[in-house]
T-cell receptor, first 114, second 109 residues
Framework: GAVVSQHPSRVICKSGTSVKIECRSLDFQATTMFWYRQFPKQSLMLMATSNEGSKATYEQGVEKDKFLINHASLTLSTLTVTSAHPEDSSFYIC??????????FGPGTRLLVL | GQNIDQPTEMTATEGAIVQINCTYQTSGFNGLFWYQQHAGEAPTFLSYNVLDGLEEKGRFSSFLSRSKGYSYLLLKELQMKDSASYLCAHTGTASKLTFGTGTRLQVTL
């Protein structure tokens, strides 16, 4: 139980394009989903908290107009990196919980912007 | 994580026991997590402590002292596959996790 998937696992795009990453909870309904970013050899940094049917809550320093989050259902949240630039290249990871404190992580999406 | 401290790297021998320490400071505390992360992969859940004391789960045990802002992860009978980063994280308001930078454990023969 508590399986979270992400798609795509890897994406390479040109600078200036937008990239959409999907996060799905496969066997449970997630009350909350979280989006993290991790640069090489660094900690996971929370970008935003996503609740179904409401606007995402962004952490300080994260541009909401650049990182668009849509939480369409209790099993799906999407993160769109708009007008991606090389500095946005990172490992993006989502997580979900089902009402308890424990977060279950997706496998991550490695984004490379050329 | 600015307010979570754990050693950057540790090395231990296969079959041995290793303890990874974590200290933290936070105003709102709802629990302490340990996650394992292999290179290039997402973290996997290991343990969650909300009360003081030791939680044992197979080869892995986790300890928490809330008054001291201290936790440790104990790994017994180390195996080569245990080579990974071990992330300490605390949860506060709205179930948000704050992660430490992780401890990179290298298990050697």
């Amino acid at each position: 139980g508590a399986v979270v998937s992400q798609h795509p696992s890897r994406v390479i795009c040109k600078s200036g394009t937008s990239v959409k990453i999907e996060c799905r909870s496969l066997d449970f309904q997630a009350t909350t989903m979280f989006w993290y970013r991790q640069f090489p050899k660094q900690s996971l940094m929370l970008m935003a908290t996503s609740n179904e049917g409401s606007k995402a809550t962004y952490e300080q320093g994260v541009e909401k107009d650049k990182f668009l989050i849509n939480h369409a259902s209790l099993t799906l949240s999407t993160l769109t990196v708009t007008s991606a630039h090389p500095e946005d290249s990172s490992f993006y990871i989502c997580s979900a919980n089902q009402g308890s404190e424990t977060q279950y992580f997706g496998p991550g999406t490695r984004l490379l912007v050329l | 994580g600015q307010n979570i401290d754990q050693p950057t790297e540790m090395t231990a021998t296969e079959g041995a026991i290793v303890q990874i320490n974590c200290t933290y400071q936070t105003s709102g505390f709802n629990g302490l997590f340990w996650y394992q992360q292999h290179a290039g992969e997402a973290p996997t859940f290991l343990s969650y402590n909300v009360l003081d004391g030791l939680e044992e789960k197979g080869r892995f045990s986790s300890f928490l002292s809330r008054s001291k802002g201290y936790s440790y992860l104990l790994l017994k009978e180390l195996q080569m596959k245990d080579s990974a980063s071990y992330l300490c994280a605390h949860t506060g308001t709205a179930s948000k996790l704050t992660f430490g930078t992780g401890t990179r454990l290298q298990v050697t023969l």
